[in-house]
């Protein structure tokens, strides 16, 4: 039986969010002028992260730095990114969503896939359910959105990126001739820009001439993983399922948005502390411990920088995964920078029991634990606003002072 999968995915939407929050405020509408989200007009640094329809006519194109954009586009108008409203965005139209399935997969901040197979009883019409789902989106939100439909994940996916924006495609099994196969083959999902050189190179254009190209042929080309996905998704076949949620945890993170930009190394260490403290408490809640750690910055250019270290030993200890995160950060900022985001993630996690303490394992160890324990209790019933590690961790805080002091003498030296 052919399945039924929605794929959802907003029109420009870092633009779109930006235009409907100011048209909520009775300010003009930026998708009506040539306008774009990103850098900055004085400076002319960073790069453009969306664009308007009318900006896109102009040659503006995602991705470029913001002085190139303005040398084809004098007039263009430029607002500022704002994460933490993407952020409410993405949750607000993905809440609609999961209004119609119980299964909706966040694919990225502003694309997600419904699995719409035990549906068809309350709603026998996919196409009529579409539009419903997008007007209201519309209607409720102020924003746009193109809806794909498809008999799998992979279909629905390539079916909502036809013509935009406001719009709702189907693609179903026996529509992959008429409506798939005379593609470029770079435009079929998971082909890059590598992978559709070689093809073109041996004159496979389309994903219908991909489609038909002998196995044997397609292996020797790209080499027979590849070479099978790739003759798969040229003939509609996909059977990854739509997931609600991630199989299991494959680690914890959290980051933030910085309200204003963070020069200072103190600052930044106390930013990271709260990441680290509000994660470690996330991961110890189910139990699990963390052999990797790592850091995450994203400076005023809007460039994500990271490093991780692997632990000898599995922790979920705030102190320990706190100086980890500490060092990853004097080793990957340049102290110039201004930051924006600051992120911290707990990955290759381990669920075993609590490992036998060695026997020189030291009270330190011990005493951080029980304090993580109280800490974490206290957070339970009383919420996590109500405990502020900072004092606990003067001493560590301290350290970073006195390093800064050593190096402003050597400055002085
Ligand atoms: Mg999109």
């Known amino acids: 039986m052919e399945g039924l999968v929605f794929h959802v995915d907003v029109n420009s939407a870092f633009l779109s969010w ?27 640094t960073g790069v453009i992260l969306a664009k308007s329809i009318p900006a896109k006519k102009r040659g503006v194109k995602t991705g470029e730095p913001v002085g190139m954009a303005l040398r084809k586009c004098p007039e263009l108008y430029l607002a500022r990114p704002d994460f933490r409203l993407y952020e409410k965005c993405s949750h607000s139209f993905m809440d609609i969503c999961a209004e119609y399935t119980p299964i909706v997969e966040k694919y990225s901040i502003d694309e997600c896939f419904l699995d719409m197979n035990g549906t068809k009883n309350i709603y026998p019409d996919p196409i009529a359910t579409a539009h419903e789902i997008k007007d209201r989106i519309k209607r409720e939100l102020g924003f746009t959105v193109n809806i794909g439909i498809g008999s799998n994940k992979l279909l629905a996916k390539m079916a909502s990126d036809f013509e935009k924006p406001d719009k709702v495609h189907t693609l179903f099994s026996h529509e992959i001739e008429q409506k798939l196969w005379h593609l470029p083959v770079r435009e079929l999902f998971g082909v890059g820009a590598s992978t559709a050189d070689k093809l073109e190179r041996s004159f496979i254009l389309t994903v219908g001439e991909l489609a038909r190209l002998d196995i044997g042929i397609l292996h020797s080309l790209v080499g027979a993983k590849l070479g099978d996905y790739l003759h798969n998704a040229a003939n509609g076949i996909d059977d990854s399922p739509v997931l609600d949620h991630p199989e299991k945890a494959k680690g914890y993170s959290n980051s933030t948005t910085l309200e204003n ?78 930051l924006r985001l600051l992120g911290v993630a707990l990955t290759n996690i381990t669920y075993d029991e609590e490992v036998q303490m060695s026997l020189f394992e030291d009270e330190r160890k011990e005493k951080a634990r029980a304090l993580d324990k109280t800490v974490d209790s206290i957070r339970t019933k009383f919420g996590s606003a109500t405990i502020m590690r900072g004092v606990t961790y003067k001493s560590s805080l301290d350290v970073g002072k006195k390093h800064k002091a050593q190096m402003e003498n050597m400055k002085k030296d």
């Open 261 to 338: 930009d963070v020069t200072g190394v103190e600052e930044a260490n106390k930013i990271l502390l709260a990441l680290a403290d509000t994660t470690a408490a996330r991961m110890r809640a189910d139990g699990a411990r963390a052999h990797c750690i790592s850091v995450t910055i994203r400076g005023n250019d809007f460039r994500d920088r990271s490093h991780q270290r692997k632990l000898d030993e599995a922790t979920d200890i705030t102190t320990e995964i706190f100086d980890v995160c500490r060092s990853l950060f004097s080793e990957l900022w340049d102290r110039k920078t201004p």
């Open 18 to 44: 930006e235009a409907a929050k100011r048209v909520s405020m009775g300010e003009p509408d930026l998708r009506l002028i040539p306008s774009a989200i990103g850098g900055d007009r004085e400076k002319r």
